[in-house]
């Protein structure tokens, strides 16, 4: 396939671009290099790298029209809750407007599908877990709004235009390149940071809060799944990316190290994600692959 990856320096992205390429593809990525949590940023040398913001609608189509992907997989965002209620319109930017003028060129060119990287805190404080893609929404920060209501977005250019588009609700993600700058990285990416510091590991509230981890090799193979799917139904539907087993905070710093210490809990985050995966298994044939507690042995025997 001819795919271009947007946000594909990141985290997720550059694991998804490395792995199209592995196994043959051709590659464009757009990124910005805006992500603030990330120590540092991965371009392919065997893609074609383009340094833009999805924002800017002229250099965006430039490059559309140069490389003229038939698959678009979309991760560019900003994807942290507590930057987004510092800064919501920016935020709204680059999740809403972004993926609008993403859609905009994925039409003008004739893209024959999106896959749309969306999030789990869609289902907010008020859904009980196991969490399923039919529950209401209830989105309590500007990252959540945002983020979900570009899912609306995806929808609508599928069944107005004809976009072909599979929309994700990713749960917890870390793994190898998982930002590890500032407070509100990924929980993982802070306890391996504070772990190599020989710093305490800093729990948020009580740490009783459960959250399924999500490995990012699964995320990729979920993303080139919903490429590689011929089941038409899946078009048009919004799909879980979890493991279907969760974990509690205090269980994955028990697991990393013992020297810790609590810190103040945040505002308008939820005590328990567990993603229903049953529909992604049924409809695209996905199943994640990894377990934390192995991923986290495996960096122990790294060491």
């Not at 371009?43 to 559309?64: H, R």
């Not at 989105?139 to 599928?158: G, H, I, Q, R």
């Not at 810190?263 to 005590?271: A, H, K, T, V």
Request: with cysteine.
């Amino acid at each position: 396939m001819k795919a271009l990856v947007t946000g594909g320096a990141g985290f997720i992205g550059s694991n998804l671009v490395d792995e199209l390429i592995r196994q043959g593809h051709e590659v464009a990525v757009v990124d910005d290099e805006s992500a603030e949590s990330n120590t540092q940023f991965f371009w392919n040398d065997k893609a074609k790298n383009y340094n833009i913001d999805i924002c800017n609608k002229g250099l965006l189509d430039l490059a559309f029209k140069k490389e003229k992907p038939e698959y678009v997989f979309h991760l560019a965002a900003e994807s942290r809750i507590q930057p987004s209620i510092l800064n919501p319109t920016r935020a709204c930017e680059i999740n809403f407007l972004g993926s609008c003028t993403l859609l905009q060129c994925c039409r003008a060119h004739k893209v024959k599908r999106v896959m749309y990287s969306g999030t789990s805190t869609a289902y907010g404080l008020k859904n009980e877990s196991p969490l399923t893609e039919d529950m209401p929404r209830d989105c309590l920060n500007p990252y959540s709004v945002s983020k979900t209501a570009a899912e609306d977005l995806f929808k609508m250019y599928y069944t107005l235009y004809g976009l072909e588009s599979i929309i994700f609700r990713y749960f917890n993600i870390y793994g190898e390149r998982q930002p590890l700058r500032g407070q509100y990285a990924p929980v993982i990416g802070i306890f391996l940071r504070q772990r190599e510091a020989k710093e305490p590991l800093t729990i948020v509230g009580n740490g009783l809060q459960r959250r399924d981890f999500t490995h990012v090799s699964d995320v990729v193979s979920a993303n080139i799944a919903a490429a590689e799917t011929n089941n038409k139904d899946a078009i048009g539907e919004v799909f879980n990316v979890g493991t279907g087993k969760n974990y509690s905070v205090i269980d994955i710093a028990n697991m990393i190290h013992h020297n810790q210490i609590n810190i103040s809990p945040r505002e308008g985050e939820s005590q328990t994600t567990l993603a229903d995966i049953s529909k992604i298994k049924n409809m695209i044939g996905w199943e994640p692959r990894v377990d934390i507690q192995d991923w986290i042995k495996q960096q122990d025997r790294d060491e």
